[in-house]
């Protein structure tokens, strides 16, 4: 046969790259990943939290939750999990889970496909194991076996109810129960909708366990390398970098005593590069090294500007420096900085000229090279003014410069108030039912009007909550009362219906907005409301006679939590002749304790 290979160009893979790079800027070693062990605890451990976001394929919420109902501790749930969350597969997630959490629950409808399903816990779930049970169940020669495999891959419903009947003839001629053949037929029916191969899956698997990995041992440099993989675009950075902050690893602004052209790790937190820095190029950044090689580091923004060639780093590129916050390591204020700069780049080019007409160095203005001779004086500059711009000011002026909020993003100040407000998060609209009503919360960017065809005028935009994001429709009937409000930056509340627009996208068709400013009273109290929600649920206990219960009673409430997973823990009071006993179930067990459906199930 011919070998089929697949080329794709993932970001993911240009992630890794750039964090191996980053790794070896911080450590002078370079990690081979070809030679990685595949039984790495702290990854599993961390998969196991549903801790994935950032890791490839695994990054959704769905897929979140996944992991934490099967808890991965190998490389095969890893492979098994990017062929199960598929269209196809999906209801088989918690048959997966059980089988991993009690291996004793797993069960074959005919001893026949137990070799078969035996590694994926009883579930028919790769195309490799459709094509083994039609060859052993069904009779199935290779070549005819690989044709119900590309009918199934290739949704051909046409080819498949061709080969239906000749299934069905195999597995009756094998003695095969007429209920088996029916389920195995539906099953293949299922994966007509979205299988996997199991290659496919191995090799998704492998990029997934790779940058997971990066992420569990390297976290601040896999994070940076993340944050810059997707600078070019910015509407995916707030989210990564709140995800950052929340790993307890601090965003740091460039530094022009510090920062090369990338990203880098200090001390454990991530300092921005300078090419981060809108209108500062390539030339800058080396002519900003260079001097900071040849001189140490800058005292001030005079020393600055009379130290790095004029030539290549101009008052905009200085301007947008101090806006960022890269001179923070000198100590003097950005609104200071910005009075005096025009004085400063002044006396900078004629100390620089001065050294040019003098055939010398700048540094031969102020060091002769002879230790006898008079020791000339640097020339004294006035002190840069202690007063600083307002917070509103200063955020806005990081992102003006950089692109985003460094210090600290608007959102973060109203979160807890924003949450109340709204029926759910922007990641949470892709849940929502299509044409459903919905008011959400959060910052506007990428705001964009434009003219359709017909002549009428429509507005895009994004929201974005830091959780998530979700892209906002107004269409001409509601643009003239809302076009003020859905602006860049602006943090609204915004009403609207969900429109699922193709599948795996989703927007919201805008109806009113309103600005959102709540007073600090508000805000207060709404941090104390959600903290008082986070808090953890107390226990969900039952009690009964331990004399009446039956042997199957803790498998069965493990089937039962796995449908109504949530976050308290249940507790089973089992009295006794001796006295009461508790049981206690473990963390792969809590439960959504407020849920109608258990209780009533219980």
């Given amino acids: 046969g011919l070998l089929k290979m697949d080329f794709l160009g993932l970001r993911n893979l240009d992630v890794i790259e750039d964090t191996l790079a980053i790794i070896e800027r911080s450590t002078g070693e370079r990690i081979d990943m070809t030679t990685l062990p595949l039984d790495d605890a702290k990854t599993y451990e961390m998969m196991a939290r549903g801790d994935s976001v950032g890791v490839f394929q695994f990054e959704s919420e769905g897929m979140r939750e996944a992991l934490k109902k099967v808890g991965p501790d190998e490389f095969e749930d890893l492979v098994a999990l990017n062929a199960l969350y598929r269209p196809g597969a999906m209801d088989q997630i918690p048959t997966y889970a059980r089988g991993k959490k009690n291996p004793d629950t797993i069960t074959y409808v005919d001893d026949r496909l137990r070799p078969i399903t035996e590694p994926t816990k009883g579930v028919i779930l790769y195309q490799e194991q459709t094509m083994q049970i039609a060859k052993s169940i069904a009779g199935f020669s290779g070549p005819r076996a690989d044709d119900l495999r590309k009918a199934i891959g290739k949704k051909n ?23 088996v053949i029916d389920m195995l037929w539906t099953v293949n029916e299922k994966s007509a909708d979205y299988s996997f191969n199991r290659s ?19 976290p601040a440099e896999y994070m940076a390398a ?37 990203f880098m790790v200090v001390g454990g937190n991530i300092r921005f590069g300078l090419d981060a820095v809108k209108g500062v190029g390539y030339a800058a950044v080396e002519a900003i090294k260079r001097a900071r090689e040849e001189g140490g580091p800058f005292t001030s923004l005079w020393d600055f500007c009379e130290r790095v060639d004029a030539r290549a780093v101009n008052k905009k590129a200085i301007e947008a420096l101090i806006k960022c916050g890269a001179f923070g390591s000198t100590d003097a204020s950005r609104k200071g900085m910005l009075a005096v700069l025009e004085h400063a780049q002044a006396a900078g080019q004629r100390a620089q000229q001065d050294a040019q007409l003098g055939q010398g160095s700048i540094f031969d203005l102020f060091d002769t090279g002879d230790s006898a001779a008079p020791a000339v004086a640097r020339p004294a500059h006035p ?21 985003l909020f460094i210090t600290e993003h608007p959102l973060k100040r109203v979160r807890e108030a924003l949450r109340l407000k709204a029926d759910c998060s922007c990641a949470q609209v892709m849940d929502q039912r299509d044409g ?42 509601t643009l003239a009362a809302v076009e003020s409000v859905v602006a860049d930056d602006e943090i609204v509340l915004v009403r609207g219906r969900v429109d699922h627009k193709e599948a795996g996208k989703v927007c919201i068709v805008v109806q009113d907005v309103d600005r959102f400013e709540p007073s600090e009273a508000e805000i207060e109290k709404a941090k104390e409301v959600v903290a008082a929600e986070a808090a953890p649920p107390e226990p969900l206990s039952r009690r ?37 006993r508790r049981l206690r179930f473990g963390n792969g067990y809590r439960v959504a304790a407020r849920h109608a459906g258990l209780k009533s199930e219980l």
Wanted: aromatic share 8%; net charge negative; proline share 4%.
């Fill in 383 to 403: 002190p840069v003014p202690a007063e600083e711009v307002s917070r509103p000011e200063l955020l806005a002026m990081e992102k003006e410069s950089i692109g």
């Fill in 436 to 477: 459903e009503w919905v008011k959400v919360g959060g910052m506007v960017t990428g705001a964009k009007k434009i003219r359709t065809r017909n002549g009428s005028q429509m507005l895009f935009a994004t929201l974005d909550d830091l959780d998530g994001a979700v892209e906002l429709i107004v269409f001409e009937k």
């Fill in 200 to 218: 496919h899956a191995a090799c998704y698997g492998l990029i997934a366990y790779r940058t997971a990995w990066l992420k569990a041992n390297y």
């Fill in 157 to 179: 419903r046409d080819a498949m109810a061709k080969l239906k009947p000749l299934f069905f003839d195999g597995c009756r001629a094998s003695g095969t129960s007429e209920d």
């Fill in 544 to 580: 009964v006679d331990a004399a009446r219960l039956q042997a199957a009673v803790i498998d069965d409430l493990r089937d039962l939590f796995e449908r109504y997973p949530g976050d308290a823990e249940f507790v089973l009071e089992m009295h006794t002749r001796t006295g009461v």
């Fill in 226 to 262: 993340l944050i810059s993989s997707v600078m070019d675009t910015k509407d995916k950075v707030p989210f990564f970098v709140n995800q950052t902050e929340s790993m307890g690893i601090e965003i740091l602004p460039p530094d022009v005593n510090e920062s090369d052209h990338e």
